[in-house]
């Protein structure tokens, strides 16, 4: 994929805001397309009503695109972001659920949301995402206000369509947030989080996947209408990481 004459390229240290041509509502099955291509730490879109929300709105407006060593994140002067990964917005499975603990919190974005299981044996939680994936990195958020054992000690697998085990790993840390590198050639469709033994519960903030990039350039597929149903939009703006030289290039912008 190469860009075309609509490509939008950022320069440096850079906030660039777009009008359109005419308003756009999200509705729940409203999907964003894009193809990106960057050479600096992190960039980020935002989409708005109007240009005030940028700073003023506690809504998330805005995805953030972390390169692959995920080392840098936007300062907190920058608005709010979620942080754009392989697994956001994706369906989920789960072998049990409590009230309020909905297997999708684990994938919206926000680690101050949690999936939590009943007391059980054996519980598990995967998130599917619909075509196999070259996997590379696991960030795992554990629920702060769970229970001492929950993901102390756990399993992590990835699994093909066909829900043939790729990858398997077991894990045991007190960290916050787990982070697994997965060895080289890994594809999956789906990464199942699980605890072994009787009387166990599972509590997960947030989990985030990264795949492999090879190419140069990314392809973006957002599930917008779950985090903005019913929102308008008029402007969106490109954000590039402050202080940092290099270029990205946003192409191939569609709604859909």
Request: charged share 15%; hydrophobic share 35%; net charge negative.
């Amino acid at each position: 994929m190469v860009p075309n004459p609509s490509t939008i390229s950022v320069y440096g240290n850079a906030w660039n805001s777009y009008r359109l041509s005419s308003s756009y509502t999200f509705d729940s099955f409203s999907k964003i397309r894009f193809a990106l291509a960057m050479t600096v730490p992190v960039v980020g879109i935002c989409f708005t009503e109007n240009l005030a929300m940028m700073v003023s709105d506690d809504d998330i407006n805005c995805f953030q695109f972390p390169s692959q060593s995920l080392s840098s994140t936007w300062g907190p002067d920058l608005p709010r972001a979620y942080r754009y990964n392989i697994a956001l917005g994706k369906k989920t499975l789960c072998s049990s659920s409590t009230s309020g603990g909905d297997s999708s919190n684990a994938v919206d974005g926000r680690t101050g949301t949690f999936y939590t299981s009943e007391l059980e044996s054996d519980p598990w939680y995967q998130v599917n995402l619909g075509q196999s994936c070259l996997i590379s990195q696991i960030f795992l958020y554990k629920n702060p206000s769970a229970v001492s054992d929950s993901v102390s000690e756990f399993v992590v697998t990835i699994v093909d369509n066909d829900n043939v085990i790729k990858f398997q790993n077991s894990t045991q840390s007190s960290d916050q947030v787990v982070k697994m590198i997965v060895p080289k050639n890994v594809y999956g469709s789906g990464v199942r989080i699980s605890i072994r033994g009787d009387s166990k519960v599972l509590s997960i903030g947030e989990i985030e996947l990264y795949d492999a990039q090879d190419d140069p350039v990314r392809e973006i597929d957002i599930p917008s209408g779950l985090f903005f149903d019913g929102r308008a939009v008029n402007y969106i703006t490109f954000i590039q990481e402050h202080g940092e030289a290099g270029v990205s290039q946003f192409y191939n912008l569609a709604f859909v």
